[in-house]
């Protein structure tokens, strides 16, 4: 009951502001060349509508968590776990030295310093055969001859082959049967087959 009188009460004061003080408090026009919406500030209230407490919690508390997050979960989100994904910083253990280039490395992965020299060469191997055959397509086999190598094969051994030569002599490193068919291993006769390693080096 008191809280009716005290609705009604509010509603009739707030009626009153509006049609009694507002006119007196009234703001001057504003000017033409600019058109802006004014929206009253004070609006009368409905007095057939019902008053609900759920209008308040309706909107601004439903974005609160519910339970609070412990110490060890907060501790895992932030530094993970050492069995599972460890997010601290810690020092590798798992380095080798390159016996090639003498750089470190990290074990059972290739060497940063050796990749880098195979791709400079590759992109280099390339640019050579762009630039003598084109973006056209050619279904003979490539030989790439170094510098000074190609006076140790005859003339018969390029038959049906395509030969890319660079004037530049070859690196110590390159051997000169990575450019081989068959992959890792080569027929003999007889079905016997032999591992195939690098050889004749630079």
Not at 32 to 46: G, K
Not at 92 to 109: A, D, F, I, P, T
Not at 124 to 145: F, S, T, W
Request: glycine share 6%; net charge positive.
């Amino acid at each position: 009951m008191a809280g009716h009188l005290l609705k009604s009460l509010t509603d009739a004061l707030v009626s009153f502001e509006y049609v009694f003080l507002s006119p007196l408090f009234r703001r001057p026009p504003t000017p033409h060349l600019i058109p802006l919406m004014v929206q009253q500030s004070h609006q009368p209230a409905l007095k057939d509508t019902p008053f609900n407490i759920n209008e308040i919690f309706d909107g601004f508390l439903w974005g609160v968590p519910t339970c609070r997050r412990s110490v060890e979960k907060r501790m895992m989100r932030k530094f993970g776990a050492p069995n599972w994904h460890n997010k601290l910083i810690l020092p590798k253990k798992n380095l080798k030295v390159c016996g090639s280039c003498g750089h470190y490395h990290e074990e059972k992965r290739l060497c940063a310093n050796c990749y880098s020299k195979v791709k400079e060469e590759t992109s280099a191997l390339q640019e050579q055969m762009i630039k003598e055959q084109g973006l056209n397509p050619i279904d003979k086999e490539i030989a790439i001859l170094y510098k000074g190598e190609k006076q140790q094969y005859s003339d018969d051994f390029f038959k049906d082959m395509k030969v890319v030569e660079v004037e530049k002599p070859r690196p110590k490193w390159f051997s000169r049967n990575l450019l081989q068919k068959g992959g890792p291993t080569a027929e003999l006769g007889n079905n016997e087959t032999t591992a195939i390693k690098p050889h004749e080096l630079g």
